[in-house]
C-alpha cells in the first residue's frame, strides 16, 4: 500500500529546531515529488515546501529561510529541517506525496497524505 | 499578498445539493490554478476529492464535482450525506511551484 509516515515530532523552545522525518512505502521519494503541509490548533491547511523530483524545491513566503525540505534516497525518506522556531508554527505537520496536474505545468495536488507529526513550540 | 478565499461556513439539507468555492484576492481562478479539493474530518487523515479542477480522486463518489463558476473553482456536493458534515479545503497552484490553501469551509449537514 502507497503510504507516508511522519515521525520526529515533539515540543521544543522557541528559537529551537527540529528536524521531521517522512518514510515512504510502495514508491520512491526519489521519482515523485514531496511536500509538507501543517494545521495550526484551530486553523485551516497550510502549504509549506515541495520538493520536485529533479531536486527542486520551493517554500511559502511564511518558512522560507527558516525550514529546509530535502531527501535521502537510499533510505526513502524525505525530511524538513526547522530553524528558529516561533510559537505559531506550533502545529499538526503531515507529509505527503504529490503528484503532477498537468504534463505541462509544475503544479501538482496531494494524492496521498500521511497521518502526520505534532509540533509544540514553547517554553 | 495573495490570499485564496473560500467560504466560512455552509449548510446543506440532507439529500440537498451544495457548491462552495475558491477564489483568489487578486485575479481569477482558471484551469491554470489547477485547483483540488481536500476533505479534513478531526482525527482522520484528509481525503484528497478532486483535483485538475475536475477529476475525482480513487473512490470519490460522483456525487462530488469540480468545476470553474465564472472566477472561482467550485465543489457541488449532491444528495448530501450526513458524513458529509466535514471542513473542506481547496488548494491551489500559484505558479512558480508555490501552492497555497484556502481558509477552508466548515460544511454543515442538517
Known amino acids: 500500500e502507497v503510504q507516508v509516515v511522519e515521525s520526529g515530532g515533539g515540543l521544543v523552545q522557541p528559537g529551537g529546531s527540529l528536524r521531521l522525518s517522512c518514510a515512504a512505502s510502495e514508491f520512491t521519494v526519489g521519482t515523485n515529488n514531496m511536500t509538507w503541509v501543517r494545521q495550526a490548533p484551530g486553523k485551516g491547511l497550510e502549504w509549506l515546501s515541495v520538493?520536485?523530483?529533479?531536486?527542486?524545491?520551493k517554500y511559502a513566503d511564511s518558512v522560507q529561510g527558516r525550514f529546509t525540505i530535502s531527501r535521502d534516497t537510499s533510505k526513502n525518506t524525505v525530511s524538513l529541517q526547522m530553524n528558529s522556531l516561533r510559537a505559531d508554527d506550533t502545529a499538526l505537520y503531515y507529509c505527503?506525496?504529490?503528484?503532477?496536474?498537468?504534463?505541462?505545468?509544475?503544479?501538482?495536488?496531494?494524492?496521498?497524505w500521511g497521518q502526520g507529526t505534532l509540533v509544540t513550540v514553547s517554553s | 499578498q495573495t490570499v485564496v478565499t473560500q467560504e466560512p461556513s455552509f449548510s446543506v439539507s440532507p439529500g440537498g445539493t451544495v457548491t462552495l468555492t475558491c477564489g483568489l484576492s487578486s485575479g481569477s481562478v482558471s484551469t491554470n490554478s489547477c485547483p483540488s479539493w481536500y476533505r479534513l474530518t478531526p482525527g482522520q487523515t484528509p481525503r484528497t476529492l478532486i483535483y485538475n479542477t475536475n477529476s475525482r480522486s480513487p473512490g470519490v463518489p460522483d456525487r462530488f464535482s469540480g468545476s470553474i463558476l465564472g472566477n472561482k473553482a467550485a465543489l457541488t456536493i449532491t444528495g448530501a450525506q450526513a458524513d458529509d458534515e466535514s471542513e473542506y479545503y481547496c488548494m491551489l497552484y500559484l505558479g512558480k511551484g508555490i501552492s497555497m490553501f484556502g481558509g477552508g469551509t466548515k460544511l454543515t449537514v442538517l
Open positions: 505527503a506525496r504529490v503528484s503532477p496536474s498537468r504534463s505541462d505545468s509544475w503544479s501538482y495536488y496531494v494524492d496521498c
Open positions: 520538493i520536485y523530483s529533479g531536486g527542486g524545491t
